[in-house]
C-alpha cells in the first residue's frame, strides 16, 4: 500500500479513504501481503485528474459504483442510451492505439465525464463509433485529443440546444408529435446549416 500511494503521489492515509470509499478495487492477497497492480495506479491518477476537474469524491463513486456493476457511465450521468449510435468495445490498448499516445488519465477524465467512455469489466465502451473514428482522424491530424475533447464538450452544448429547439418546435406543431419518426427531419436541417457555414468560413 506503501508503494502505491507513493508511485501515485498521495498518502497511504489517503489510500486507505480511497479503499473505504470503494474507490478503487481491493488488491490480490497472497496470504497477509496485498499486492496492488497498474490497475489500481491508473484508477487513482483517473480519480486524481476527475478531482482536478471539480469532481467531487461522492460523484466519482458513482462512477465507479458503475464500473463495478458494468452500468454505462451515460446511465451514470444521465446521458441515456443511443438510439443510433453503435457502442464500441476496446481494450486500454487498443484504446491507446487509437489515439498516439494520448490515452492519459486527463484525457480519460475528459472522455468520462463527457460520457464517451465507459467501462465493462476489462473492456473499455465508446458510446459512438463514429465520434471514435472521427476523434482518431483528427489527432492523426495533429489535433490534440485534450482539444478534441474539449471541442466535443463546446459541440455538446451546442447540440443540446439544437435539440431541444426542435423538439419544442415539433412537439408543438407536428400533427402527431412523432419525435422519433421526425428526428430525421431534424438532422437534415443542422447538416444542411453546418455546410454552408463551413463554406462560409472557408471562402474568407
Known amino acids: 500500500m506503501a508503494e502505491l500511494a507513493e508511485a501515485a503521489g498521495i498518502t497511504v492515509r489517503t489510500l486507505r479513504f480511497y479503499r473505504e470509499r470503494g474507490l478503487i478495487p481491493p488488491p490480490r492477497r497472497e496470504g497477509r501481503i496485498a499486492w496492488y497492480d497498474e490497475r489500481h495506479l ?12 471539480g469532481h467531487t469524491l461522492t460523484g466519482i463513486a458513482d462512477l465507479t459504483a458503475a464500473f463495478e456493476s458494468g452500468r454505462d457511465v ?43 467512455l465507459a467501462t465493462d469489466g476489462e473492456e473499455l465502451i465508446h458510446i459512438s463509433r463514429r465520434l471514435l473514428d472521427v476523434s482518431a ?40 408529435g412523432d419525435l422519433q419518426r421526425l428526428r430525421p427531419l431534424a438532422k437534415s436541417v443542422v447538416e444542411a446549416e453546418l455546410s454552408l457555414a463551413l463554406d462560409r468560413r472557408l471562402r474568407r
Open 74 to 116: 451515460g446511465e451514470v450521468l444521465e446521458l441515456g442510451t443511443p438510439t443510433e449510435e453503435e457502442p464500441v468495445r476496446l481494450t486500454p490498448e487498443e484504446l491507446a492505439d487509437h489515439f498516439a499516445g494520448q490515452a492519459t488519465p486527463e484525457n480519460l477524465a475528459a472522455a468520462l465525464d463527457l460520457g464517451y
Open 42 to 53: 491508473a484508477r487513482l491518477r483517473t480519480i486524481a485528474a476527475l478531482l482536478e476537474r
Open 137 to 176: 482522424a483528427l489527432v492523426r491530424e495533429g489535433v490534440p485529443l485534450s482539444e478534441v475533447l474539449k471541442a466535443g464538450a463546446r459541440v455538446r452544448e451546442h447540440a443540446d440546444a439544437l435539440a431541444a429547439l426542435f423538439t419544442e418546435v415539433l412537439t408543438a406543431h407536428a400533427k402527431d
